[in-house]
């Protein structure tokens, strides 16, 4: 059953290594002072956030693996309202972008990046990716499917482990292409924060709308068994 809960949680994973503001946060923090000590901790802080809620949703919906139980009942009616959230979310986004002359302020904690400190590095890696209410979401129904795919211990345990280090790709990449490249990779990092930047809205309502798509079809699939 590995191989089954390793696809279930891949669009997932996809879905959150593919959001922008992480990957803009991480190279900022790259980019300030004490920039590798900061981005490396915001790293860390990103990985134990979606590990602590996989493994959170794991136990509390660790019977779901039984169609007829009430946790599988719970965890598709979840994902039918999340889904369905997640849909709304994104086309509200794309509704209330900014137009073309718009000037659009930069989060209040991105202007807070370039002093943070370790604390706040870790801290703020731990809040954008299992307190974000988006990737709570996303990190829930992987971690769900992973459990309905009939995945237990050691097989369960590697499933969540592919979910929690790909959905880091991006954000441990860019502390990665950091340490090893110098410079010129901090040129081609400062070149993807600014096209994320510029691209941020596109980007975030292609995968809201998307997967919550998946989520919602996961979640009827699921009450209709």
């Known amino acids: ?34 920039g590798r000590r900061n981005g490396a901790l915001f ?10 809620v996989a493994t959170l949703i794991v136990g509390v919906f660790g019977g779901a693996d039984d169609p007829d139980s009430a946790s599988s009942a719970i965890a598709d009616w979840g994902r039918v ?10 086309v509200r986004k794309w509704r209330l972008r900014p137009r073309a002359g718009d000037e659009v302020e930069a989060p209040r904690w991105m202007a807070q990046l370039d002093g943070a400190s370790a604390g706040r590095a ?8 299992g307190a974000n209410p988006k990737n709570f979401v996303l990190t829930a129904s992987a971690a769900t499917s992973a459990v309905e795919a009939d995945a237990h211990n050691g ?35 400062d070149s993807v924060r600014q096209f994320m930047v510029a ?11 998307l997967l919550g798509a998946s989520v919602l079809g996961d979640g009827l699939t699921g009450l209709g068994r």
């Open 155 to 189: 097989d369960l345990a590697v499933a969540i482990a592919v979910f929690v280090l790909l959905g880091s790709c991006t954000v441990i990449g860019a502390v990665v292409v950091q340490l090893v490249g110098g410079q010129r990779a901090a040129s081609f990092l």
């Open 1 to 34: 059953m590995l191989i089954q809960a390793i696809g279930a949680v891949l669009p997932a994973a996809l879905a959150v290594a593919l959001s922008p503001f992480p990957l803009i946060g991480v190279v900022l923090l790259l980019a300030g002072r004490h």
């Open 122 to 129: 870790l801290g703020l890696g731990v809040l954008l990716s």
């Open 199 to 209: 691209n941020s809205t596109v980007i975030m309502v292609i995968v809201l709308v």
């Open 43 to 52: 790293a860390l802080g990103w990985v134990l956030g979606l590990a602590i």
């Open 81 to 90: 309202f999340a889904g369905a959230a997640l849909i709304v979310l994104g």
